[in-house]
């Protein structure tokens, strides 16, 4: 097994990933056929995705496993409160509410977090990596189709200002995923654990199709 663990889990997820690209919402967002209630719709799942990522982050910190991962130039919870004060106004807390596929996948990454701090590296890797690379070309789409001020509110999420160089932040993330502190078994559940992670994301887009059949 001389593959780097992080080729070993990109490779793995590669399909679902074309999937995720692909999938009727995410092909709307990005043809800019989506109004702007859906993605209002869609940034409040991910405030439920980040708050179960970022909750137990502070106690993970200390962990020998999942430790490395937690950096707070990552964190989106507080973009996130700002982009929904901005969408839905000062109010925005009341009438939130988690699709049954974001209630879902919060539950497992808060049991993830709670129990098996390397599950909840592929929960990390799934969601963040992800917000550095194709959130980008996300940010743009949203900026362009629904007039946010570049990189302002609304958008700020996919903003990760202590990030300076985020090719370089990749490379040393895959550095840390190369070096995680697991054995192969492990390793082969951290990838398994990433594809259920994918299939979460995937299950929150149908559902938000569903919900916006037309634009809306
Ligand atoms: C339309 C939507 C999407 C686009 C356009 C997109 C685009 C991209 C691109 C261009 C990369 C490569 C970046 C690089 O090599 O540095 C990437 C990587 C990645 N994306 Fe996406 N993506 C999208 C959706 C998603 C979703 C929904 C997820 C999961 C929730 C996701 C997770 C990831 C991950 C984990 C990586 C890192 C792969 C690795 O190098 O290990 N992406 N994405």
Not at 48 to 59: I, Q, T
Not at 77 to 84: F, G, I, N, P, V
Not at 148 to 171: I, S
Request: proline share 4%; charged share 25%; with cysteine.
């Amino acid at each position: 097994m001389d593959t780097p663990f992080s080729t070993q889990i990109r490779v793995a997820s590669q399909e679902q990933h074309a999937e995720a690209e692909t999938s009727p919402f995410m092909a709307r967002m990005l043809g800019g056929s989506l109004g702007v209630e859906a993605f209002a719709r869609y940034t409040e799942q991910l405030w439920f995705v980040y708050r179960a990522l970022e909750d137990g982050a502070g106690r993970l910190a200390g962990d020998p496993v999942a430790g490395p991962f937690v950096r707070p130039e990552l964190m989106r919870t507080a973009a996130l409160e700002r982009d929904l004060a901005h969408l839905r106004g000062v109010r925005w807390r009341e009438g939130l509410t988690a699709l049954p596929s974001t209630a879902a996948y919060a539950a497992r990454i808060e049991e993830c977090a709670r129990a098996w701090p390397a599950g909840y590296i592929a929960h990390h890797y799934t969601r963040y990596l992800g917000d550095l690379s194709g959130g980008q070309i996300i940010r743009d789409r949203a900026e362009r189709t629904w007039g946010f001020a570049r990189k302002g509110d609304g958008v700020r999420f996919y903003v990760f200002e202590e990030v300076a160089n985020p090719a370089a932040f990749k490379r040393t993330y895959r550095e840390l995923l190369d070096a995680v502190r697991a054995d192969e078994l492990v390793r082969q559940r951290i990838v398994e654990e990433c594809r259920r992670a994918f299939a979460f994301n995937g299950a929150v887009f149908r559902e938000l199709d569903q919900e916006f059949p037309l634009s809306a």
